[in-house]
Nanobody, 122 residues
Framework: QVHLVESGGGSVQAGGSLRLSCAASGYSSNCMGWFRQTPGKEREGVAAVDNGSPTYAGSVKGRFTISQGAAKNTLTLEMNSLKPEDTAMYYC???????????????????WGQGTQVTVSS
C-alpha cells in the first residue's frame, strides 16, 4: 500500500524559509508534486517534477525549488522568501496515472499525503 508522509511545515515570518519533505513508502515514482490548499479554495499545484523536469506555478517561480531523491521515493520543496499568501496546507502527490493532465493538475495524480501546515506571518 502506498503511503505518503509530509513533514517540515511550521510557522515562519515573511521573508523566511522552510523545507518540506515527503517520504513515500511502498512506492517510488519519477512523477511527483507539491500542492497546497486553503480553507474554501480549491487545491492548487505549486511545483512538480516528471522524469527530472520541474514545473512551477508562476506565484512561486524563483522562490521555491523542488527536488527528488535518487531512489525516487522522497520529494523536497525548498521554500524561500516566503509570503503570507503562501500560508496553506501543503500536500505531496505521486504517481502520474493520467499524464493527459498538466503537471500541476490535481487530477494527474493517484496518491496523496495527509498534508503539512505552512503559516507565514507578516
Amino acid at each position: 500500500q502506498v503511503h505518503l508522509v509530509e513533514s517540515g511545515g511550521g510557522s515562519v515570518q515573511a521573508g523566511g524559509s522552510l523545507r518540506l519533505s515527503c517520504a513515500a513508502s511502498g512506492y517510488s515514482s519519477n512523477c511527483m508534486g507539491w500542492f497546497r490548499q486553503t480553507p474554501g479554495k480549491e487545491r492548487e499545484g505549486v511545483a512538480a517534477v516528471d522524469n527530472g523536469s520541474p514545473t512551477y506555478a508562476g506565484s512561486v517561480k524563483g522562490r521555491f525549488t523542488i527536488s527528488q531523491g535518487a531512489a525516487k521515493n522522497t520529494l523536497t520543496l525548498e521554500m524561500n522568501s516566503l509570503k503570507p499568501e503562501d500560508t496553506a496546507m501543503y500536500y505531496c502527490a505521486a504517481a502520474c496515472a493520467r499524464r493527459m493532465f498538466p503537471p500541476l493538475a490535481v487530477r494527474r495524480y493517484d496518491y496523496w499525503g495527509q498534508g503539512t501546515q505552512v503559516t507565514v506571518s507578516s
